[in-house]
């Protein structure tokens, strides 16, 4: 059975890191793209990053583009998104998820995923 747990969220200043973990059980990740999803209160879920299958390539949100990064660590069947220069606008919900996948690029649409992890809340605050 495919399951999300996602880690690492917490409290930081602006301008601060943080970096989530999602770990992968019940598939072999190589064969999956990941994609990171967060949303805010009173706002509708948006796509962050992603990261697809083994060799694929990653895609980020505008806003995020220079300060995350996201990256496999396939020995560990996890995925990091290491979350740098943190802004308050930052703040919310961030949600991993999954889908099987042939091709090398990935999607931030949140309907192009079929398995979800729990969330972790990160909240960029001073």
């Known amino acids: 059975q495919l399951q999300l747990v996602e880690s690492g969220g917490g409290l930081v200043q602006p301008g601060g890191s943080l970096r989530l973990s999602c770990a992968v059980s019940?598939?072999?990740?190589?064969?999956?793209?990941i994609g990171w999803f967060r949303q805010a209160p009173g706002k509708e879920r948006e796509g962050v990053a992603c990261i697809s299958r083994r060799g694929g390539g990653n895609t980020y949100r505008d806003s995020v583009e220079g300060r995350f990064t996201s990256s496999r660590d396939d020995a560990e069947n996890t995925v990091n998104l290491q979350m740098n220069s943190l802004k308050p606008e930052d703040t919310a919900v961030y949600y991993c998820a999954a889908v099987w996948t042939l091709l090398g690029s990935c999607s931030t649409r949140g309907v192009a995923y079929n398995y979800w992890g729990q969330g972790t809340q990160v909240t960029v605050s001073s």
């Open positions: 019940g598939i072999n990740l190589d064969y999956y793209a």
